[in-house]
């Protein structure tokens, strides 16, 4: 799927992640940010992953007329957090804030984790509004950091509808309450038969040109009906975003899994489970969901104090994501964890 653009039409790129702030009677369960959702101390990591995030990415695109960077969100009440005044920040760095209302708000008994993920399709269908078929859209979890430029994945997707990072789990394995068995059988439930058991794209990542955008804003409604029917039947369904997005991808002919080596879920936490690498440093995004409360709490205090990541030189740039992020001491060790993490990673091999 190729869109001819003329010289007119000039292409647009949007750099963009999202944070949804729960009331108490929406929180819901994060595995790797724990505590009550509605609290202050609670969003105030997302809030300081946030801004790490942007700082990431301005080093790379700041100057890049095509690009803009956008914050999606619930609230617009932007807080100040370790006095760094985030609404300020977002002003002075042209980082756009849009505030939309959920339009696919989940009952309490749908799922007990990632209950506000369906604000990422109020999000698509802002975006699908706004996007001409051929424009770029590019949403990330805020717990990811740039260590190159997004420039050449632009590039490579517009001969695509959309490109992903494929997770390789077992068709059996449960995925945030279904497995990829199950994933098929709902493709044939809402009339996408499909021969091979379909694979599991992660939702940290949305990489997709406009056109597969409008596709997904339109159908996703009557799929959301569809999915509350069963789950007031108390039948299988998707239950969080990554399970309807790899929906679609398979039924618009994305191609699926071309950005695992430029996109990696990195676990860094040596008491739990540590997957990480030397080529790693290589990638071009690094999701992080074990450095919420230190790698990115750290990059938040060096920014706060007013240390930007555009005065690192490229050598510095990359040296400080490393031992920021990556370092197995940054987790001091806890031993009856470790050891319990050490002997699991020794019966699988």
Request: glycine fraction near 4%; include cysteine; charged fraction near 25%.
């Amino acid at each position: 799927m190729h869109d001819n653009v003329t010289t007119s039409e000039k292409q647009k790129k949007h750099i963009a992640t999202w944070v949804y702030l729960d009331s108490p009677e929406e929180r819901s369960n994060f595995p790797n940010n724990k505590g009550n959702s509605s609290s202050l101390a609670f969003q105030a990591v997302y809030w300081r992953c946030i801004v790490v995030f942007f700082e990431s990415s301005l080093r790379f695109h700041a100057n890049d007329p095509e690009i803009e960077h956008i914050l999606y969100t619930n609230t617009s009440q932007i807080p100040t957090i370790d006095g760094l005044d985030l609404n300020q920040f977002f002003k002075d760095n042209h980082i756009r804030v849009v505030v939309l209302k959920n339009k696919y708000p989940l009952p309490q008994n749908y799922f007990k984790s990632f209950r506000n993920q369906f604000f990422e399709f109020s999000i698509i269908d802002h975006v699908a509004a706004e996007m001409q078929d051929h424009d770029l859209f590019l949403l990330l979890d805020s717990d990811c950091v740039f260590a190159r430029s997004f420039q050449p994945l632009f590039e490579a997707v517009k001969q695509d509808c959309a490109h992903t990072m494929a997770m390789d789990y077992a068709e059996n394995y449960q995925i945030h309450g279904i497995s990829r068995l199950q994933m098929k059988e709902l493709f044939h439930e809402v009339g996408f038969p499909i021969e091979e058991t379909p694979v599991y794209s992660g939702g940290e990542v949305l990489l997709a040109k406009g056109s597969f955008l409008k596709t997904v804003a339109k159908d996703f409604p009557e799929l959301f009906e569809f999915l509350m029917d069963r789950n007031s039947k108390g039948l299988s369904k998707f239950n969080e975003e990554a399970h309807v997005l790899s929906f679609f991808y398979h039924r618009e002919g994305a191609k699926i899994g071309v950005l695992n080596n430029e996109i990696k879920r990195m676990w860094t936490n040596r008491n739990h489970y540590r997957n990480i690498t030397k080529s790693d440093a290589n990638l071009t995004v690094w999701h992080l969901p074990n450095e919420k409360p230190v790698g990115f709490a750290n990059s938040f205090k060096l920014i706060a104090s007013c240390k930007r990541f555009t005065s690192f030189s490229d050598k510095e740039y990359n040296a400080f994501l490393e031992d920021t992020f990556l370092k197995a001491k940054n987790h001091p060790i806890d031993l009856i964890r470790y050891t319990r993490a050490t002997l699991k990673k020794a019966l699988k091999s």
